[in-house]
């Protein structure tokens, strides 16, 4: 036990100095920095703009007009305004000022990829730990499911379990919570696109077991009487987060494509809440051979795009900081 | 080979089975039917009259057997919604629309990936390549339903060069093969690139470039074909998602393609159309995995399976 303990400083001191070197490699990568500071403004204003509608009113008469103008709900007469001082992405079809329903609905979308992705790291890594430790016909069955899955087609399946389950999920739900019924679209749009999103974690999980658990460190554990759970839980997730964290970082941003797609196709999240591929959707009804309202769509297109292409230059540079730090 | 072509057929039918099993009790689990969202709401004597005539009223593994022997003679049953169709017409009429925008979109990804992957490779580390790979990126993140409305409103209805929207001739293609395959075209692009840059780490390209060959000869002889095989693999299930998965597309441009007739037949609750449509797409699926395996041993001799 005497020696117990300045290993384990040993260990800390070790993991702060591979964290440090992770960084500086991430931070060597300038697209990734560009990434990630686009990505931070976005959030940023995500989530600053709310705050600052809910404490305008305070600040007398003008703070009211302001909270009331730019609230993401409030209706006007302004129709189809083209961008300009007052309103910074133009208004939509009922008056809505279009900035701020796009700062809501970017909130939402990071929300949904976020926690889908959540989602499918946890079915992920519980399931690529469990088959990668168990080993043997476990570990067969199991990975021949996760083929099974891979070669279902996965935004139909999206479609069918979200068309399916939302009235399913709907009704339940609101026998419990009366006021849950308008997230029900939101609930289970994540959890499916978070059960459709797990196979490669799950995969990539199972191939860092198969080679940690034969580590003299795990042998180590088991001598010294550690339980199954013991060794999975204190031993073998600590050691595959890490890749499982950056993998998460590149599932985020599919999902939120995939978020904004079914969204687009009126699959998704549902008005009044708006999410970026939903407000496309609303631009593109508005099409009309006379009048261009280009704001509609390319203001909120622009916002995804930016969010799309941060997220997947984050998540590439934190792949590549891990992988050079492995080889090195 | 022979052997493992057998094996992995006999897979097919398990898979199939499973995937078919899985679509068929998801709707079936789901409250709400194809009939009760009519403007109407109909009497409970016409609705079990109409579940009767449809045999929606008989246990479900009964159903299920039902829809297994008519899908062995193509037939998938009525659909529930467009009442005067059958499933299989249906999907007789639309699959070809899908398949000849899946195709053309196919070869766009791939006409314009390939050469921007070989240019970004081959001028690696250059400011080419840095302006290059940022539009490569561009390019992934770009979906369809940003890119197809924007390309509408340009080149539609301020220039007047091509029509918004429809299906039949041929300048009602251009725009939904761009629309659709321009994210797979920076897919392949990136891809290509890293597997080209990956290649020319071997030393038998080292020996290729000490005998004196020129550089852009060691790069397509040598490089590029080995560079080729993650591509290929690729191919498949993008060629899958490109057939399955244009559903944005067909919505935006009104194509009557099996895509549109998808998302219609799930929110409807049209059973029969569903689950049609999903052993329709799982069957495509499956085989075009299997094809890019067989390719990949026909391309990389270094591959046997056993």
């Known amino acids: 036990m005497n020696k117990g303990s300045p290993k384990l400083v040993n260990a800390d001191q070790c993991g702060s100095m591979e964290k440090r070197s992770s960084l500086g490699l991430f931070l060597a990568n300038k697209p990734a920095c560009l990434g990630a500071i686009t990505l931070a403004i976005l959030i940023g204003i995500v989530i600053t703009w709310p705050i600052a509608l809910k404490i305008a009113p305070l600040f007398g008469q003008e703070g009211q007009a302001f909270a009331i103008t730019y609230h993401p709900l409030a209706l006007s007469d302004d129709q189809f305004q083209a961008p300009s001082v007052k309103h910074w992405f133009g208004t939509d079809v009922h008056g809505r000022d279009l900035f701020s329903r796009v700062v809501y609905g970017t909130g939402i979308s990071i929300l949904v990829g976020i926690t889908g992705a959540l989602i499918s790291l946890i079915i992920g890594v519980a399931w690529g730990t469990v088959a990668g430790y168990a080993g043997g016909r476990i570990d067969t069955i199991m990975m021949r499911i996760v083929d099974v899955l891979y070669s279902m087609p996965g935004i139909i399946v999206v479609i069918v379990l979200v068309t399916t389950s939302e009235r399913f999920v709907g009704d339940k739900l609101a026998a419990i919570i009366p006021t849950a019924k308008t997230m029900t679209r939101f609930l289970t749009l994540i959890i499916g696109l978070g059960a459709v999103s797990w196979l490669t974690m799950a995969r990539i999980i199972r191939a860092q077991v198969l080679s940690l658990k034969n580590l003299p460190f795990i042998d180590a554990a088991k001598v010294l009487g550690a339980s199954h759970s013991r060794i999975i839980f204190r031993h073998i997730i600590p050691n595959v987060l890490g890749i499982a964290i950056v993998y998460w970082t590149l599932t985020v941003p599919s999902i939120v494509l995939y978020e904004s797609f079914l969204s687009y196709l009126g699959l998704g999240i549902q008005p009044p809440m708006a999410s970026l591929g939903s407000l496309i959707a609303e631009g593109v009804e508005q099409i009309n051979p006379v009048k261009v309202y280009w704001w509609l769509i390319v203001c909120p297109g622009a916002v995804l795009l930016a969010l799309l292409v941060s997220l997947n230059l984050v998540g590439d540079g934190s792949r590549d900081a891990l992988e050079t730090k492995r080889l090195t | ?306």
Not at chain 2, 30 to 58: I, N
Not at chain 2, 86 to 98: G, H, K, L, M
Not at chain 2, 215 to 223: A, C, G
């Open chain 2, 1 to 306: 080979m022979i052997r493992y072509l057998v094996k992995r057929l006999c897979l097919f039918v398990p898979l199939l089975l499973v995937i078919t099993l899985l679509s068929f009790c998801l709707v079936k689990i789901a409250p709400g039917g194809p009939f009760d969202s009519e403007r109407a709401p109909l009497t409970p004597e016409v609705e079990r009259q109409l579940k009767a005539r449809y045999y929606l009223d008989e246990p479900l593994l009964k159903q299920y057997m039902r829809f297994l022997f008519g899908a062995l003679q193509l037939d998938f049953g009525p659909s529930l919604r467009y009442r005067s169709h059958s499933v299989y017409e249906i999907i007789r009429e639309s699959a070809p629309v899908s398949a000849i925008l899946g195709l053309l979109a196919f070869g766009f990804a791939l006409g314009l990936g390939l050469p921007i992957g070989f240019y970004t490779a081959a001028r690696r580390g250059r400011w080419q390549d840095y302006t290059s790979s940022l539009i490569i990126i561009v390019m992934m993140c770009t979906p369809g339903f940003i890119l197809a409305p924007i390309l509408v409103l340009v080149l539609s209805l301020k220039l007047k060069l091509l029509p918004p929207a429809l299906w039949g001739n041929i300048e009602h293609v251009v725009l939904p093969t761009i629309a659709l395959g321009l994210i797979y075209a920076g897919r392949i692009a990136r891809l290509f690139r890293g597997s080209l840059l990956e290649v020319s780490q071997n030393e038998f390209i080292l020996l290729a470039r000490a005998k004196g060959l020129p550089e852009s000869k060691v790069l397509l002889r040598h490089v590029a074909r080995l560079a080729i095989l993650p591509v290929v693999t690729y191919c498949g299930p993008m060629l899958a998602d490109l057939l399955t998965g244009s559903f944005v597309i067909e919505n935006i441009f009104q194509i009557p393609g099996s895509g549109m007739m998808f998302v219609h037949a799930a929110l409807n609750s049209d059973y029969t159309l569903v689950v049609g449509l999903v052993t329709f797409y799982a069957i495509i699926l499956i085989s075009l995995n299997l094809f890019v395996d067989v390719c990949y041993a026909v391309i990389d001799p270094r591959i046997r399976y056993e």
